[in-house]
């Protein structure tokens, strides 16, 4: 029986027959060429080294010298599971970029019989200690996100019959939580100051920014057409991110794609105070013009952060990160005795926990206050 798709089929004789492009003649025509399995696993598995030219293969009797590659299997998987149309657009990017950058260089030509437990530790020791660029070590996330792709591999193939020799554990990283960055109220402040003569567009971005927790992308991606002045919301509803350009040439390394946000649940409608709303209505401009750009002209995150960062500098700010900004948003919503629920909508979590563990931290004075109350409660 065919497997539809895959130019894969069983003969009358019993065997399995694979057919791939071996290669185009003179007037751009498809030549192909045949390997031959006992089951549907081996003739595939041979295509496979056949169209990647991994190792030598006998065509006429289709028999190859070794198996498929780690590789091999990497790329398959890859174009099996569609991920240029299954993922988000910055998804797929980040995936061809570990596989390029980590998995690649290192396996090189290891065939998947290779594989196992220790093979698995080797390679997640060797990006601890020096897998990253100029040999710099890789955070423990980054390796963890390496992993997680190659056991999702690893799952493929044990699913499509390629019965790996053996079963392979993989032992994740341990994950120090990183310290946050949040602005003091002093500091958000003197930054707020200096934003305030909105020398330039990408001011207001960042002021923007401030009021409502949106992530950079998402503010990249907001239009006046995203603003209601009747209802006086914000409708978050795409995303603008810098990826690999893979039309390739003479062009440019990368390009700016725009999305839709994150998640589906990022999708969201956001309440804005009548503050925020006179700032914005100053401002107001064509309804398809970005907010950022005050054109049609998608703003680069880049030119953002940059702008960000140098403002940061002449102020003496610390060197924190735009996502400080959102930190520091959803710990004052905190403050001010936001429930957990409208928050984490507004931040546009999909579960409450993750708002309350990676954007919420109680400062000091918050504690302090909350010791005050536990004092005063046991005097009555």
């Known amino acids: 029986m065919a497997r539809k798709g895959e130019n894969i089929r069983q003969r009358k004789d019993g065997r399995w027959e694979a057919r791939y492009i071996r290669d185009y003649d003179d007037n751009g025509k498809a030549v192909f060429g045949y390997v031959y399995g006992a089951d549907y696993a ?8 056949a169209v990647n030219g991994l190792f030598a293969c006998d065509m006429q009797n289709g028999d190859c010298a070794a198996g498929i590659t780690v590789i091999a299997a990497v790329r398959e998987w890859f174009l099996y599971e569609n991920m240029n149309i299954r993922v988000k657009v910055t998804t797929c990017d980040k995936y061809d970029g570990m596989i390029r950058r980590y ?10 019989g290779g594989l196992s437990t220790s093979a698995v530790s080797a390679f997640s020791a060797f990006l601890l200690e020096k897998g990253g660029k100029n040999g710099k070590p890789l955070s423990a996330k980054t390796v963890t996100d390496v992993l997680i792709l190659l056991k999702q591999v690893v799952k493929y193939l044990n699913e499509h019959d390629y ?7 993989f032992r994740l990283p341990r994950q120090k939580p990183k310290k946050m960055q949040i602005f003091t109220a002093s500091e958000l402040h003197k930054l707020v100051k200096s934003l305030a003569p909105q020398e330039e567009r990408i001011d207001m971005g960042i002021t923007l920014g401030i009021m409502t ?47 839709t946000p994150k998640t589906e649940c990022s999708e969201r409608v956001i309440p804005l105070p009548e ?3 006179k700032f914005l209505y100053k401002r107001r401009q064509a309804t398809d013009d970005f907010i950022i750009t005050g054109s049609a002209q998608c703003p680069d995150p880049r030119n953002v952060y940059n702008r960000y960062k140098k403002i940061l500098k002449s102020c003496g700010l610390p060197d924190y990160t735009f996502h400080a900004l959102r930190h520091t948003f959803a710990t004052k ?20 926990t993750i708002t309350m563990r990676r954007y919420v931290h109680p ?4 504690k302090r206050i909350q010791m005050e109350r536990l004092f005063a409660a046991t005097k009555k």
């Open 42 to 49: 081996e003739a595939k598995a041979k295509k496979l080294c």
């Open 103 to 112: 998995i690649e260089p290192y396996f090189r030509d290891m065939s998947i």
């Open 163 to 169: 019965n790996l020799p053996r079963a392979i554990k």
């Open 213 to 259: 927790g949106l992530r950079l992308g998402e503010l990249c991606g907001l239009k006046w057409s995203d603003i209601d002045f009747t209802c006086n919301t914000v409708t978050v509803s795409r995303s603008v991110s810098r990826i690999k350009n893979t039309k390739g040439g003479h062009g440019a390394k990368t390009v700016l794609s725009v999305d």
């Open 275 to 277: 503050a925020s709303m």
């Open 333 to 352: 919503c905190v403050e001010v005795g936001f429930d957990p629920k409208s928050l984490s909508e507004i931040l546009g979590h999909a579960d409450v």
């Open 363 to 366: 400062t000091l004075d918050m």
